[in-house]
């Protein structure tokens, strides 16, 4: 499963999904400066990035339904 591109790509994108939240989640536990100027953007990120992730997990089971090795 390694060998294939196309999951690599799927598990960095979730990756990126993953540290996004845990950067934003950290900004809002310390709170202060960093919370209020950058809070909203990390969100927005992340929801891009996990459109992004739900979108290539779509297309890795497809691709995989469709005969893929």
Do not use: E, T
């Amino acid at each position: 499963m390694f060998n294939d591109p196309l999951f690599v790509v799927v598990a960095v994108a979730a990756l990126v999904v993953l540290l996004i939240l845990m950067i934003g989640i950290g900004g809002f536990a310390k709170g202060g400066d960093f919370n209020r100027k950058h809070a909203n953007r990390l969100m927005r990120w992340r929801i891009y990035a996990q459109a992004i992730a739900v979108a290539l997990i779509l297309a890795f089971v497809f691709f995989r339904r469709m005969g893929g090795s």
